[in-house]
């Protein structure tokens, strides 16, 4: 399972104009969630983050930014960043390129800024070049929470992030019901311990 947790080196250097980890000086993290905005979820990120003074990057999907319209206007007033998840969370390896950058256009009215995460993180070299022309940073990860596989029990995800996560680390969780249970476990109890072991977190900004 490492190997998803962690992406390895050699799928890394496949794509060597994305930022799958920021190269800081001091103990650095950042915290970057998925597929939102939702009402309940959501709202609870962003209020357990109020509670530490902690800053994060929201990848929402275009279709829960356009039904959840003051859902995007709470988190840019809370001072999130903010990226494109495209409009319906397609993968690149499941429909054609016209489709694909089709809906990653139709997100783009309701999702402000130049951060861009592929859906499920699948992604061709060949598309690169049009993507890099569409936005400022292409955004994977270091560490993959895996919160959303309902295979794994709540330990296990806070123990994916508490295992692999080092200095500069882009952590990915869900900020979605399919995760609900495990991320309302994990997230918090990640946020403490790496506190107490002297990190800070930052959002990923252009």
Request: proline share 5%.
């Amino acid at each position: 399972m490492s190997w998803k947790v962690q992406p390895p080196a050699a799928l890394r250097a496949l794509f060597p104009h994305t930022l799958w980890r920021k190269k800081e000086e001091g103990k650095t993290l950042y915290l970057t969630f998925d597929d939102g905005p939702v009402e309940k979820e959501t709202s609870w990120v962003m209020d357990l983050l109020d509670s530490y003074k902690i800053k994060a990057t929201f990848f929402c999907v275009g279709e829960n930014a356009d039904k959840n319209a003051h859902m995007m206007d709470e988190l840019i007033k809370r001072e999130h960043s903010v990226g494109n998840h495209a409009y319906n969370h397609l993968p690149a390896w499941k429909c054609s390129r016209k489709d694909y950058f089709d809906n990653i256009e139709k997100a783009k009215p309701f999702i402000p800024g130049g951060l861009f995460r592929p859906p499920h993180g699948q992604l061709y070299p060949w598309y690169m070049g049009a993507l890099k022309q569409q936005f400022d940073q292409i955004v994977m990860w270091d560490v993959l929470s895996m919160d959303y596989d309902k295979r794994l029990t709540q330990a296990e995800v806070l123990n994916n992030v508490l295992q692999y996560t080092r200095n500069g680390s882009i952590l990915v969780f869900h900020d979605s019901e399919k995760a609900w249970k495990r991320m309302h476990y994990a997230l918090p109890a990640s946020i403490e311990k790496l506190l107490k072991e002297g990190y800070q977190f930052k959002k990923l900004e252009v």
